[in-house]
């Protein structure tokens, strides 16, 4: 009986037919139709893929770990935990709901985004990012004072963490001669609220602008004569930041989904979005945001789209022709991994789709590196993980 020496392995093909699985000439070669247990190197040979223990009887779900500080962070049961991964034992954070978690490093703390809203760890204490907006506060006529006759309008914010929430509604007065205003404020139940900051216009002016810092436990303020104005209110018109999947951050602002749109937070101030332009919108269910130097890549239910540009008041909207991506599926892939690319050591986006793996790179072009070799893939979602130089999907 002859034998025959297997040739060069060159991987997985389940496109083409039996006959052309094997190549000959002067330098042979063999795709196969499958591969359980098995690697392939870059020289053509297999070798067995290394085993994996199971470390914990928890069911963990979306495990991360700081590229920062190298703490690891998972959700389990309605709990957002720390993960120490040489025991495997969980410290629980905050309540984050039964949904998935999602992670990034902000301004040198994780921040996560889940079902309850948006967070922080600073590495003792899980607290919210955003804060809610207050009420406006409610003006009443003060007699016996000496404010200048006229109209005023007054506003509130809340300040806490270091940060200055969203402006209340306006509270507008018409003050007549020897009058005044006793200015009641709103109640607040968020134990990070530290202070108060009261806002107020000239009489008949339009700006806001700061008049009092006050603790939080101020219940009222009287305002008998015209103070000094400061600074403008700068957080006018917005809102609390919107949590939802696939937390990223890009070009100074935080970036979720909410179905088919995509929210974005106001430049350096994470915790404020505003309602009314800091969105767009898709014609299809988001399955994947990735955002690269030149834009944000786009899963659809069938398709993919690059979003092109810097500034997010001029983006373009590109449509690519590419397979249905897999739910969850994608994550950054250095270009120096990729031999196909020449990108000049960017970064790019990387996710599975019916036919293998997809790139994209950072100036928005589409690299389909298996798709003449792998078809068929489905899947309900996926989680991709990188092994040395190799990425593992884990497909549900």
């Known amino acids: 009986m002859p034998v025959k020496k297997i040739?060069?392995?060159?991987?997985?093909?389940?496109?083409?037919e039996d006959a052309a699985l094997e190549i000959g000439g002067k330098n042979p070669a063999l795709f196969v139709r499958d591969a359980v247990n098995i690697n392939f190197t870059e020289s053509g040979r297999a070798e067995l893929a290394q085993a994996m223990q199971l470390q914990s009887n928890q069911a963990l779900r979306c495990l991360w770990q700081s590229p920062l500080h190298k703490d690891c962070f998972a959700a389990l049961g309605n709990m957002w935990v720390k993960v120490n991964v040489d025991t495997w034992e969980t410290e629980p954070l905050i309540e984050c709901g039964d949904g998935d978690i999602f992670h990034i490093v902000l301004n040198s703390v994780v921040c996560m985004a889940c079902d309850e809203g948006l967070f922080i760890y600073d590495g003792s204490v899980a607290k919210r990012l955003t804060i809610d907006t207050p009420a406006k506060p409610i003006g009443r006529i003060a007699h016996n004072y000496s404010l200048v006759e006229g109209d005023y309008s007054f506003a509130i914010s809340w300040m806490g963490n270091g940060v200055e929430s969203a402006l209340s509604e306006i509270e507008k007065v018409k003050i007549e001669k020897n009058g005044g205003v006793h200015l009641q404020l709103p109640l607040c139940l968020d134990n990070n609220v530290s202070q108060v900051r009261v806002y107020m216009?000239?009489?008949?002016?339009?700006?806001?602008?700061?008049?009092?810092?006050?603790?939080?436990?101020?219940?009222?303020?009287?305002?008998?004569?015209?103070?000094?104005?400061?600074?403008?209110?700068?957080?006018?018109?917005?809102?609390?930041m919107k949590s939802g999947n696939f937390l990223r951050l890009w070009r100074g602002r935080l970036w979720t989904?909410?179905?088919?749109?995509?929210?974005?937070?106001?430049?350096?101030?994470?915790?404020?979005?505003?309602?009314?332009?800091?969105?767009?919108?898709?014609?299809?269910?988001?399955?994947?945001?990735?955002?690269?130097?030149?834009?944000?890549w786009v899963g659809q239910a069938d398709h993919v789209v690059f979003v092109r540009?810097?500034?997010?008041?001029?983006?373009?909207?590109?449509?690519?022709?590419?397979?249905?991506?897999?739910?969850?599926?994608?994550?950054?892939?250095?270009?120096?991994?990729v031999k196909e690319l020449s990108q000049g050591g960017s970064w790019c986006a990387v996710w599975l789709a019916e036919n293998g793996f997809v790139v994209g790179t950072a100036e928005g072009q589409l690299v389909e590196l298996q798709s003449e070799a792998i078809q068929g893939i489905t899947a309900q979602s996926c989680q991709l993980v990188g092994f040395g130089d190799r990425l593992v999907a884990v497909v549900n």
């Not at 603790?215 to 018109?237: K, N, W």
């Not at 810097?310 to 599926?329: C, F, G, L, T």
């Open 257 to 296: 989904v909410r179905s088919n749109v995509l929210y974005f937070s106001e430049a350096m101030a994470h915790h404020l979005t505003d309602e009314r332009y800091n969105f767009i919108q898709f014609p299809q269910r988001i399955r994947f945001i990735e955002p690269v130097d030149g834009g944000i």
């Open 201 to 240: 216009t000239e009489p008949g002016g339009g700006e806001l602008r700061q008049v009092f810092e006050l603790p939080i436990e101020t219940m009222s303020v009287d305002v008998t004569t015209l103070p000094e104005l400061g600074r403008a209110a700068e957080f006018q018109f917005l809102s609390p």
């Open 309 to 337: 540009g810097q500034d997010v008041r001029n983006m373009a909207i590109e449509h690519k022709a590419s397979r249905a991506p897999v739910y969850a599926s994608s994550h950054l892939l250095h270009s120096d991994v």
């Open 7 to 16: 040739p060069t392995l060159m991987g997985m093909n389940n496109i083409k």
